[in-house]
Nanobody, 124 residues
Framework: VQLTESGGGWVPPGGSLTLSCAAS????????MGWFRRAPGKQREGVAS???????RYSGSVKGRFTISENADKNTLFLEMNNLKPEDTAMYYC???????????????????WGQGTQVTVSS
């Protein structure tokens, strides 16, 4: 299994970006996929997750601004980010685990698969 993120870059405050995570050798038929981020000097935090049945969860800091989705084949994950703020600056990682059945554990526990990350920088 390989997860490959893309779509990061620089954007001014208020701008938008859409991240993609292509999953090779993996189809989201069970468990969860999600986005996490790590800002400089901070711990990694959950951003958004999607269950195989489509249930979504967002962190409070991005709810209403970010949207997580996946393609019909369930092998590509997206994160649409709108109204970006400087505090959204971070390395963004895609993660997946087909065995985890509890969304709370997916957000804080160990996960089977991680991508290498894509950098998002929000500044003027």
């Amino acid at each position: 299994v390989q997860l490959t993120e893309s779509g990061g870059g620089w954007v001014p405050p208020g701008g938008s970006l859409t991240l993609s995570c292509a999953a090779s050798g993996y189809t989201h038929e069970s468990g969860f996929m999600g986005w996490f981020r790590r800002a400089p000097g901070k711990q990694r935090e959950g951003v958004a997750s999607i269950a195989a049945d489509g249930r979504r969860r967002y962190s409070g800091s991005v709810k209403g601004r970010f949207t997580i989705s996946e393609n019909a084949d369930k092998n590509t994950l997206f994160l649409e980010m709108n109204n970006l703020k400087p505090e959204d600056t971070a390395m963004y990682y895609c993660a997946a685990d087909s065995e985890i059945q509890d969304v709370n554990y997916f957000w804080v526990g160990l996960k089977d698969h991680w991508g290498q990350g894509t950098q998002v920088t929000v500044s003027s």
